[in-house]
């Protein structure tokens, strides 16, 4: 089988690509950390690093784990891996994930030393969002017993079920003591999530942004040297910085390359409000009750302009931090219908291009105050034909208000 190297970050590591595998090849011996189920925690005698691409992301079918044993017994499936693809079992950490290899985000970040040398951090990620993203303190699906794992619900997914991972592969060229190794892993996390964040990667299990996804694995290797180990990795030290740089910049190029997701394409707002049940089949859906059908017919014939204006996507965001704070109580309750009105009103203004008419939509909007989602399908219902009132400079009345 055929395997291409990719990279050579540093003397000592080799990053090859093969048929659904990327994997590094240790060279010189590493210190790693990984949450895999076969070899994982903290070794000293790992020669690969692996991340490979079990199922593609639609459809996986179960079948497909049962064979290689992935579910029902790790180690054996570990082994098949393993052997097909020439690496050591035992001296290999495994990760897995239905993402695609070709679609990887690679990141490379350096620092001059006081001596000449240099500090190297190179980061490896694949990832997939679209299906199995979710936040810290979301309900859990299933729980661990005796080796098995138990649905809580019938509607409970399995794990080959769950297609969204993100994997993230790191390395350094210099040595990390074992507390250091812990807080990169930490530290890869926090800038995993400031991602999610920026992305506004929505969970699936709620309503509030994903901080990461169900399976999401990692693995951190660091050279072993004759010089002293680095024992800080956080937020102070240049090794931390270093690292979360080269997780964010590779975070975002697979994100970019597998689901399409950038600040670009997150710019319309049925992304921005897929979280509250209003994606674009759901919000068109909604809107289509407060329409005409000629008036309905236009928005559908312009939605991607109508809904990309970034003027209307800036108050829809200010909307939907409100939403939120509201969700959270960090408003007061007495105060929430009037703040969520006043951002409604904007919404409304915003994609009617018409400001002066502020207090007139505030106040016919004044019906759906005690729901934010109805409030905010009513203002992008209602700011739309009052831009279709001032096309034909003549009043529509097709609102259902």
Known sequence: MAYVKIATPYPGLEIYRGEKVIYAALKSPHQVISTCRVNGGIRSDI????????CEPKPCHPEAHKKCLAIRDPLAYHRFICEYHGLLPEKTVLLGTAANMTMAGLARESFPLPDGEELLVFCLVTAGVETNAGRAGDPSQVC????????LSEKAQTASENQGTINIMVFMNQELAPCALVRAVKMATEA???VLEELHVPSRYSEGLATGTGTDQIAIASLRTDRKPLRGAGKHVKLGELLAKAVRAALFQALSLQNKRTKETIRYVPRLLERFGLGEEALLSALSAHLS????????RNKYALLSDTGLVAHVLSYVHLWDQVRLRLIPKDMQAEVLLDQAALVACALAQRRKDFYLLFKELI?????????????LARGFCAKWENELGKTT???SL
């Open 47 to 54: 020669s690969f690093v692996a991340n490979h691409q079990a």
């Open 144 to 151: 661990e017993w005796e080796g098995r794992f138990h649905k």
């Open 192 to 194: 995993k999530t400031s």
């Open 293 to 300: 059908p000629e008036i309905y017919d236009w928005f559908l």
């Open 367 to 379: 019906p759906y105050q005690d729901d934010p989602r109805k409030l905010l399908i009513a203002a």
């Open 397 to 399: 009345g097709v609102v």
